[in-house]
């Protein structure tokens, strides 16, 4: 079963529907003001990180926390750092998004190695991982090959990456009803249905 080693669907809904409004905004709207990428990635990122501190804090079910305690934290660091700095330039906010798309694409895969007994389906971890990890060595090999280009890339890679965690959260939907129905006994807290 997923659950424990990825969280609750609820989670991983949340931050996939963040991902692909994200990236549908940013394909809708390829001649966005580099101001209003920087609200809609900053604001993707900063929901995205505290959906996973969240969890990592309180899902008692959950078994690998530092992992995603780490996703969490790096998700708020990168969302902070763009609302904090709302005159950003467009190679500084580049360098943020890769930074981020980096450390979580890389640890996502480590986790998927490391946990691969343990979890069936393991690859569409990695996969989650492979693509953040494509995003951010695009944007450090091409910062300056035009910003439509890299917002079209931004745009599609976030939206595959908000697909993915939308089809794993059905997934650890699907399983946590299951279980529940089989054996009677909820996942979630007592007296809330499970999650």
Same mark, same amino acid.
């Given at each position: 079963?997923?659950?424990?080693?990825?969280?609750?669907?609820?989670?991983? !809904?949340?931050?996939?529907?963040?991902?692909?409004?994200?990236?549908?905004?940013?394909?809708?709207?390829?001649?966005?003001?580099?101001?209003?990428?920087?609200?809609?990635?900053?604001? $993707?990122?900063?929901? *995205?990180?505290?959906?996973?501190?969240?969890?990592?804090?309180? *899902?008692?079910?959950?078994?690998?926390?530092?992992?995603?305690? $780490?996703?969490?934290?790096?998700?708020?660091?990168?969302?902070?750092?763009?609302?904090?700095?709302?005159?950003?330039?467009?190679?500084?906010?580049?360098?943020?998004?890769?930074?981020?798309?980096?450390?979580?694409?890389?640890?996502?895969?480590?986790?998927?190695?490391?946990?691969?007994?343990?979890?069936?389906?393991?690859?569409?971890?990695?996969?989650?991982?492979?693509?953040?990890?494509?995003?951010?060595?695009?944007?450090?090999?091409?910062?300056? *090959?035009? !910003?439509?280009?890299? &917002?079209?890339?931004?745009?599609?890679?976030?939206?595959? $990456?908000?697909?993915?965690?939308?089809?794993?959260?059905?997934?650890?939907?699907?399983? &946590?009803?299951?279980? &529940?129905?089989?054996?009677?006994?909820? &996942?979630?807290?007592?007296?809330?249905? !499970?999650?």
């Amino acid at each position: 079963m997923m659950r424990p080693y990825i969280g609750s669907w609820k989670r991983l !809904a949340v931050s996939g529907v963040a991902a692909v409004l994200f990236g549908l905004a940013t394909l809708v709207w390829p001649g966005v003001t580099l101001w209003a990428l920087v609200v809609l990635w900053g604001a $993707f990122a900063f929901v *995205d990180g505290i959906t996973a501190l969240s969890a990592a804090i309180t *899902d008692r079910l959950l078994v690998h926390r530092g992992w995603v305690a $780490f996703w969490g934290l790096t998700g708020i660091a990168a969302g902070v750092v763009t609302f904090l700095w709302p005159s950003i330039t467009a190679l500084a906010l580049l360098v943020v998004i890769a930074t981020w798309a980096l450390l979580i694409g890389i640890s996502q895969i480590a986790f998927a190695i490391a946990a691969r007994k343990e979890i069936p389906r393991a690859w569409s971890v990695a996969l989650r991982g492979v693509l953040l990890v494509v995003l951010g060595v695009l944007l450090v090999i091409s910062p300056g *090959d035009g !910003a439509l280009g890299i &917002t079209w890339a931004i745009g599609w890679l976030t939206f595959l $990456f908000g697909t993915v965690q939308l089809w794993l959260a059905s997934v650890v939907r699907h399983e &946590t009803h299951e279980l &529940t129905s089989q054996t009677g006994i909820r &996942t979630g807290r007592p007296g809330h249905a !499970a999650s």
